[in-house]
Each structure stands twice: as C-alpha cells, then as structure tokens.
T-cell receptor, first 114, second 107 residues
Framework: NAGVTQTPKFQVLKTGQSMTLQCAQDMNHEYMSWYRQDPGMGLRLIHYSVGAGITDQGEVPNGYNVSRSTTEDFPLRLLSAAPSQTSVYFC?????????????FGEGSRLTVL | KNEVEQSPQNLTAQEGEFITINCSYSVGISALHWLQQHPGGGIVSLFMLSSGKKKHGRLIATINIQEKHSSLHITASHPRDSAVYICAQNRDDKIIFGKGTRLHILP
C-alpha cells in the first residue's frame, strides 16, 4: 500500500516553462487536494477535488490547472511558471462520506522557478 | 486573519517537559486534525477528532466544540518530538490550516 505518491521531489524551471506535478493515491479516496507551503504562510489550498470529474478552486488557484479523470490521479499543471510559484507543494487525500477521514500527504515537491 | 489560529508560534523546552500547543478556530467544524512535520520532511497525521479526547502514546489531543478550541499535549517530551505541529479543520469541502507551531526540545 503506497499511500500518496507525489513526483517529482525536486524541480528547477525557468520562467515561462510548463510542468506537471503528479499525485496518485491507492486508497480509493474521493477527496484529493494540492497545497503550497511557503515560509510563514502555512499550507494554502490551490485546488481540490471531491471525486473523479469534479474539481474546484482553493485559496490560491491562479497559475495552476488541475484535472481529475480517475479516482487515483490528481495532477497539478503549471502552464507558464513564474518565480512567485517557487514553493514546496504537497498533495493530500482523504476519504469522505458521512464523516471526513484522516489526511494522507505525499512527500512534497520542491519547485524552484528561476 | 487566518481562521485557524495556533499558539504559540514557537516553543523551546527541555527534554521531559509537558508540552501544550493550542488551536482556536472561528467557525463550527466537522473534524479537526493535528499534523506533524519534521524539518525537511513530509507531513503525517497524528489525530483526527470531532469531540472529546484521543491518546496515542505520549500524545494527547482534546477538543472543546463549544469553545472552538483544541489542544495537543506531549508528555515526557523528547528531542525527537522536535517538529512543526499543524492544526487543520474540515470546513465544507475544504481543509483550513493553521500556520503551525515550531517545537524544539533540548536534550
């Protein structure tokens, strides 16, 4: 049981380049989400999904796209990277239903945009 | 203003001390989470609770729904407890995080 798998762990981009952060979970969780973590800011929600085919914006969605074509995968796309997107990114998942479930996080992806 | 407030922001204590980290929130919740993040490391879930008290080893989490307040206690603290502790609440379809409490336990 791998839990939440997030790749890559490290990435350096030049301004204007695009990339995709991958997130996959094998726990059949309905809820998946992406956060960025910046010093002094805590974790901020970028996008989230409550099930396949359903996505919604979080607190800081600008510059990021997501899709949820399967229950397992929730990739985060940066279409044109900017230095302000330098951050550590975390993917998380949990079960839903009548009561929310425990949160499971990926190991994080450290992105530097030059 | 962050809707989930943690205190203190930083805490340094001697090994063996009893540690309390507090979390206050402004809106009713369905669940509250306590998470742990070691330096340079990932984030792991310690507790999820919606009422009462939970205990796991030396860690105890409590929540008071009426006062919109939760506490995380660490008994007999150890240097390996040094980490950032994060409080988070479920609200509708979102999870709102506090900014974390950085704990440093001195040997």
């Amino acid at each position: 049981n791998a839990g939440v798998t997030q790749t890559p762990k490290f990435q350096v981009l030049k301004t204007g380049q695009s990339m995709t952060l991958q997130c996959a979970q094998d726990m059949n969780h309905e809820y998946m989400s992406w956060y960025r973590q910046d010093p002094g800011m805590g974790l901020r929600l970028i996008h989230y999904s409550v099930g396949a085919g359903i996505t919604d914006q979080g607190e800081v969605p600008n510059g990021y796209n997501v899709s949820r074509s399967t229950t397992e995968d929730f990739p985060l796309r940066l279409l044109s990277a900017a230095p302000s997107q330098t951050s550590v990114y975390f993917c998380a998942s949990s079960s839903r239903g009548l009561a929310p479930g425990e949160l499971f996080f990926g190991e994080g992806s450290r992105l530097t945009v030059l | 203003k962050n809707e989930v407030e943690q205190s203190p922001q930083n805490l340094t204590a001697q090994e063996g001390e009893f540690i309390t980290i507090n979390c206050s929130y402004s809106v009713g919740i369905s669940a509250l989470h306590w998470l742990q993040q070691h330096p340079g490391g990932g984030i792991v879930s310690l507790f999820m609770l919606s009422s009462g008290k939970k205990k796991h080893g030396r860690l105890i989490a409590t929540i008071n729904i009426q006062e919109k307040h939760s506490s995380l206690h660490i008994t007999a603290s150890h240097p390996r407890d040094s980490a950032v502790y994060i409080c988070a609440q479920n609200r509708d379809d979102k999870i709102i995080f506090g900014k974390g409490t950085r704990l440093h336990i001195l040997p």
